[in-house]
């Protein structure tokens, strides 16, 4: 597994997401990559799964230093106090006494984000968060974090692969030291069905999916945290570290941006 450094953290450049796996499936898999090599887990509050992930990861037997777990908080959950109180039940449920990386899941208006962060301060000064970040915030909603509240996060985990462009943020990004976590990296499947990756991944003996994890790991600061369930795409999404794309099939890659979100709740921010 490579990592990326940033801040002086080593980040594995492959996580695996775990939206919408529960139960006995949620533990088989998590227990079927760490077997595989996965060392990074990206799980939320919201995803009700957080036991699981800590009973797969305390049953593995390795050591608990040998993992990047983030969890994130959810956007009803943002009062300072409800922050300290529904942390501690996600450090419970984990097993861990920390997570690596704590981020806001969603920003919410309803909440001074200043308090939710001095909150999510206390928690990082106590050893209970290594790293914390956000998510879902859009470029001048993570400039007000950095430049007017001056909070040093590591990360701000968006939704990120082929057909959405955030050059934008990517370019701060990179200015500020910030990781972007691309989520839904696959675009959720519909990158399998995308014929100039298919092709360029024909060139290398890799699939669309393939090509399209290895554009988002070879960008500076950018990490994936596909979700898979079985052990065949848990392994195709993690055996991307043996082929480097060429400058032509990179940017043409970058073409294929076309404004597709496909995540957007009613309780999304105004995206820019
Ligand atoms: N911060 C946020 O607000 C936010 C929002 C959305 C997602 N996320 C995080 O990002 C993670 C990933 O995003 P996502 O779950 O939306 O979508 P995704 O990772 O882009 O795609 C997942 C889909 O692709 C399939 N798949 C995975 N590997 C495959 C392979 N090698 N070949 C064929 N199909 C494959 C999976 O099928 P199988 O499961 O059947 O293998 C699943 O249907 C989430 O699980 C979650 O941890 C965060």
Redesign the pocket.
Known sequence: MQHKSIQGIDVPEIGL?????YGKECMKTVTDAISMGYRHI???QM?KNEKEIGDAIYGSGIDREEFFITT?IWHTNLDHDDVLQTVEDSLRELRSPYVDLL?I??PNSQYPLEQTLEAMMVLRDQGKAESIGI??FPLSMTKSVIEDLRIPILCN???Y?PYLAQFDLLDYSYDNEILIGA???????KV?QDEVLARIGSEYGK?A??VALRWLIEQENVIA??????S???R??LDIFDFQLSDEHFESIDTLARNLR??SPSFAPEWE
């Open positions: 997401g775990t939206y919408k796996l990206d799980t939320a995803y994130k981020l899941h969603w998510s879902n985990q968006v939704e692969h989520y839904s990296p696959l675009a959720q499947g399998f699939t999916g393939q945290i596909p979700k898979a369930t079985s065949e795409h848990l195709e999404n496909l995540v």
